[in-house]
Structures are given as structure tokens and as C-alpha cells.
């Protein structure tokens, strides 16, 4: 008996290297092909407009999407630059991220004391933090921006920390805050690509949407013997029906400075401009803020580069099964131009045996050349490891348990 066990493992183990295949090298190519082949078949429509054909006059602008933070153009958007008062988009979004609508604002000397623009609080003051927050956002004022500063982070240099550490979070790396209001300061501040991440994230929480959203405002403070009425003084909003914001600036340093977003059909573009002309070219910031936006607008369309939940067949090296279905987590639909280069890498690390829902590989999209998002394949059956112990088992299971 012995001897014919022998014989049969053998037999069955001169096999195993026949599904010793190259198959992982195959599905990868096929992926590719079948994938951009579907994207330039979808893709026709001519570019209307060429980004070498953008004549700005910023010194340093961004257009993002603002969903995947993808730079679509750019000027030199890494170079560190004063900001001004975009400066006020954090501190906007710091304090709604640590403070209540009805918190109470105590405005202090320091506060009192900046210079304009302000809204000439006085020393001893109280206010609520949705009134304030409103003020700042749609005037600008930076004696404002001090009082929020300091009841929410205790001083404005604990504030600044606070800043920083949500930029940081954002992806902001190249940005550092000293001031709340962007007043111009030594080691004070950032780049129209992290400008752009930030005005990203801001527009997407509701809070901040509706402040930087609203027309005016009247408030008092809370001993109501001092009556404000604010207005919005983003002009940006009455020369684009889609447009949702963000934040005006300026300083002497800075120059004129913006931050902008447009929600049209789906699709969310951020885009910022510094140091973007001095008085009195006032409306030079207006004018690239449009032309960026209409670039973006009729060059960028979203594609469907994969389909949701697409199923693959992968083959198996060494395993009980010559291939096993699988399936691609998630779906990707990217805001394409005609002119972008999609390259898509299907990469599979996985050890036998196999367990259904196991991840085995992984999809990586790549648009010119930048990595924008990778997704899991995940293994839809089993398949066990053809090797001496597979081979024995069998045998054994044949011989003695049938």
C-alpha cells in the first residue's frame, strides 16, 4: 500500500509545475488596455481651451479639483508667499472646529488695538462666536479675527499652533501661520497649492459653506447697545452663478490675493491667486479667478476610467485552481481633460492558499504620471497551495475516507 501511495503523490506532484504560469504579468497588461481604451473612446470632444494660452496676472496661482486636491494648473503654486487675509479661511475653520455658534467672545485689549480694516471693537465687549465668525468672514475685519483668536486657543501664538496643526492635517506643508488675520508678519505664510487644499476643505464643511455664503448680516453685542450690519465683499459671487466662495485679501506684501470655488454640474474647482496686482489694479484678482474657473469649466469632464466593482479572472501560480475570479473594490470616476495620460497598474501580492475576500492585489490610477487612487482586489473564491501536503491529503482522503 505503501508503494502505491508513493507512486500516486509523485504522479500528482509532476503536475504541479504546470500551473506555474505567467498569468499575473497578462491580467495586469489586459487591464490597462481594456481601460484606456474605454477612457479615449469616451473622450472625444476637442479642448477648447489650452492652459498655455492662460495669461495671468498673478504671480502665483493654482486651479485644483477640489474633491482629489489634482492640480490642474498651476503657476508657481509651491512658492511660499504672504497671503493676507485668505489667512482667515483657517481661522474660520479652527474655530468652528472648536467652538460652539452661541460661545461668548471677550474681546480684549490686543484685539481692540488692530489696525484696519476692523470693525472698532471695544476693550471689555462680549460678542457670540456666530456673529464674529460672520463679521470676519464677510469684512474682513482683523480686530475681529484677534477675538476669536484668543477665546478659542487662550492667546493668538496658541491659535497659530492650532492653525498650523489642522494645515498640517489638510496636507498644507508649506504653510505657516503667525497671525489670524494675515496682517503681515515675518515667517507668515503659505502657497497658492496649500491655499487651495485649504479653501478645498473648507467649502465642503456645511458651517463654513453658509458663512461664506451669506449676504449680510446684523447682530448686536450682547448687551445690545451696539448694532453692526455686515456685508459680503466677495464680488466673486455675483460674476459666477456656480460660484461658492471663498476669501478676498490683502496687504501691502501680499497684494491682492483669492481664494475661490465653483460647484458646477458635480464638479468642484478651487482655485487661488497671490500677489495677484497692487493698487489700483483692484480687480486683477477678479479677472484670473474667472479665467481659471472657465478653463476649468470647459476642459474638465468626469470619466468613468473604471467601472464599479469590475471582476477580473486572475491566474494562480502553484495553486489548486488555474485561476480564481476576483473583483476590483470601488469604482473610479476622475474629472479628466482630453489632453491627460492615464496609465493604470494592477500589481498582486498574495500567499496560498487563498481565502474568499482576501486581498490579493491592488489597482493603482495614475494621470500623468501622478498617483491619484489605488484600489483592492479582492479574491471572490478559495484556492488552496498545490504542494507535497495538498497532494498527500488528497491521497489519503481517497484511500482511507471514502
Not at 488695538?113 to 465687549?125: D, L
Not at 489642522?166 to 501661520?177: P, S, W
Not at 473610479?332 to 496609465?343: C, F, P, R, V, Y
Request: aromatic share 10%; proline share 2%.
Amino acid at each position: 500500500m505503501k508503494k502505491i501511495i508513493t507512486v500516486i503523490v509523485c504522479f500528482c506532484l509532476s503536475f504541479v509545475g504546470a500551473f506555474h504560469m505567467s498569468g499575473i504579468k497578462y491580467v495586469s497588461a489586459q487591464e490597462n488596455i481594456l481601460t484606456r481604451a474605454a477612457f479615449e473612446k469616451d473622450n472625444e470632444s476637442e479642448q477648447k481651451v489650452s492652459d498655455s494660452s492662460l495669461q495671468l496676472q498673478a504671480k502665483s496661482a493654482v486651479l485644483m479639483d477640489g474633491d482629489s486636491g489634482r492640480i490642474l494648473y498651476q503657476k508657481e503654486s509651491e512658492k511660499k508667499m504672504p497671503m493676507a487675509s485668505t489667512t482667515k479661511i483657517m481661522t474660520c475653520i479652527v474655530a468652528l472646529e472648536h467652538s460652539s455658534p452661541d460661545q461668548i467672545v471677550n474681546v480684549s485689549q490686543r484685539a481692540a488695538k488692530m489696525p484696519k480694516v476692523h470693525m472698532n471693537i471695544i476693550k471689555g465687549e462680549q460678542y457670540y462666536m456666530k456673529d464674529l465668525l460672520r463679521a470676519m468672514m464677510l469684512e474682513s475685519y482683523n480686530d475681529v479675527a484677534v477675538a476669536v483668536a484668543e477665546q478659542v486657543g487662550g492667546s493668538v501664538e496658541k491659535f497659530a499652533e492650532m492653525m498650523n496643526q489642522k494645515a498640517r492635517e489638510i496636507g498644507a506643508v508649506n504653510t505657516n501661520f503667525v497671525t489670524p488675520n494675515g496682517l503681515d508678519a515675518d515667517n507668515h505664510y503659505s502657497t497658492a497649492y496649500d491655499m487651495g487644499l485649504i479653501g478645498a476643505y473648507a467649502v465642503k464643511k456645511k458651517d463654513f459653506l453658509e458663512i461664506a455664503n451669506t449676504k449680510s448680516h446684523n447682530f448686536t453685542d450682547l448687551t445690545g447697545k451696539r448694532h453692526f450690519a455686515v456685508y459680503n465683499k466677495d464680488a466673486f459671487l455675483t460674476m459666477d452663478s456656480e460660484a461658492i466662495g471663498i476669501k478676498t485679501g490683502f496687504t501691502g506684501k501680499a497684494g491682492y490675493c483669492f481664494v475661490g470655488a465653483v460647484k458646477s454640474n458635480g464638479r468642484l474647482f478651487v482655485s487661488c491667486v497671490l500677489a495677484c496686482g497692487w493698487p489700483p489694479n483692484k480687480t486683477y484678482k477678479w479677472k484670473d479667478t474667472r479665467t481659471l474657473m472657465s478653463y476649468g469649466k470647459e476642459n474638465y469632464q468626469f470619466r468613468q476610467v473604471m467601472e464599479k466593482n469590475r471582476t477580473l479572472e486572475i491566474r494562480i501560480t502553484q495553486g489548486t485552481k488555474p485561476k480564481i475570479k476576483a473583483q476590483v473594490e470601488g469604482e473610479s470616476n476622475l474629472l479628466l481633460s482630453q489632453k491627460d495620460d492615464i496609465d493604470i497598474a494592477t500589481e498582486f501580492q498574495y500567499q496560498l492558499p487563498i481565502r474568499k475576500n482576501n486581498i490579493i492585489g491592488n489597482v493603482t490610477i495614475y494621470v500623468n504620471h501622478e498617483k491619484i487612487e489605488s484600489h483592492n482586489i479582492i479574491a471572490m473564491e478559495n484556492v488552496e497551495k498545490y504542494d507535497y501536503s495538498y497532494c498527500i491529503k488528497r491521497v489519503i482522503n481517497y484511500f482511507f475516507f471514502q
